[in-house]
């Protein structure tokens, strides 16, 4: 009988073993969720958005395993991002934090913000207003206008058009240098552009090194705005952003 009785907690560690191997494989090679705690992709993604990130889209480097492992450098069946492409990447001055911004430039672009317009390769990029935006969930509530912007084609991609939100064009991301984007690194702005630290600043995070690319975010499965406590299960319901729910990150 007692041999029988260890017989089962064996077969269970195994299961739970096996459990956790495919849980591992899946997240590694497939898809990892991550949730957005910060307003600096506003309106793209919400503060309260789980999302999955897609980790096979730009092939694998040591920061698509858990905890990073420095077992190789570089990538394998590696591809840069489309111009356009939100991307979930390691900070290149801290890798134990993931970041989440839109992929603006690619190796050799030169970048440059003037008067709030963005310019890539010398070229304004178009920009058209859609009305204003009212930003929530991210401090205090307040009115900012919304564009439509649209990059240019990359070599993967044709033009693409993405919401952006700007709160005024003099602010002190709004005139910036020229970056010329080196080799082997993408640079990486927020939608929200006011309120992102990005690419922009340099000492920051900066040129993103495309080893440091985790993933490309594919789709929202789940969204709450944060009014409901834990423990206020009568109040779930409510806080549930149902419209976002498995709904695709563009």
């Known amino acids: 009988m007692a041999k029988k009785k260890s017989g ?17 494989g899946i997240r590694t090679i497939a898809f990892e969720p991550f949730n957005i705690p910060s307003g600096s992709m506003i309106p793209t993604l919400l503060v309260g958005d789980y999302l999955f990130v ?14 990073g492992p420095h077992l190789f450098d570089g990538r394998i069946f590696g591809s840069l991002p489309a ?6 990447f ?9 970041y989440i911004k839109r992929i603006i430039g690619l190796p050799g672009d030169r970048i440059q913000v003037r008067n709030g317009v963005l310019s890539i390769n010398g070229t304004p ?4 207003a859609a009305g ?20 240019p084609a990359s070599a993967n991609s044709p033009e693409r058009t993405h919401p952006i ?24 702005m927020g939608d929200n552009r006011d309120n992102s630290l990005d690419s922009r600043v340099q000492n920051a995070v900066g040129f993103i090194p ?13 969204s709450v705005d944060g009014s409901a406590a834990w423990w206020e299960v009568w109040a779930w319901p409510f806080a549930i952003r149902w419209s976002r729910l498995i709904s695709a990150v563009r």
């Open 165 to 188: 939100v700007e709160q005024s064009d003099d602010g002190p991301l709004d005139n910036t240098q020229e970056y010329r984007v080196p080799e082997n690194h993408v640079f990486a």
């Open 132 to 151: 204003p935006y009212v930003v929530e969930g991210d401090g205090p509530r307040m009115t900012v206008r919304l564009y439509r912007e649209t990059l």
């Open 125 to 128: 990029v178009r920009r058209e």
């Open 90 to 98: 390691k900070l290149p001055r801290d890798p134990s934090q993931d």
């Open 83 to 88: 111009r356009g492409d939100v991307a979930v």
């Open 8 to 24: 089962g907690w064996l077969e269970s560690i195994k299961t739970v073993l096996y459990a956790g191997l495919i849980a591992i």
């Open 210 to 222: 495309v080893e440091n690319l985790v993933g490309r975010a594919e789709f929202i499965f789940f």
């Open 54 to 67: 897609s980790k096979y889209s730009y092939g694998y480097s040591r920061y698509s395993m858990p905890f």
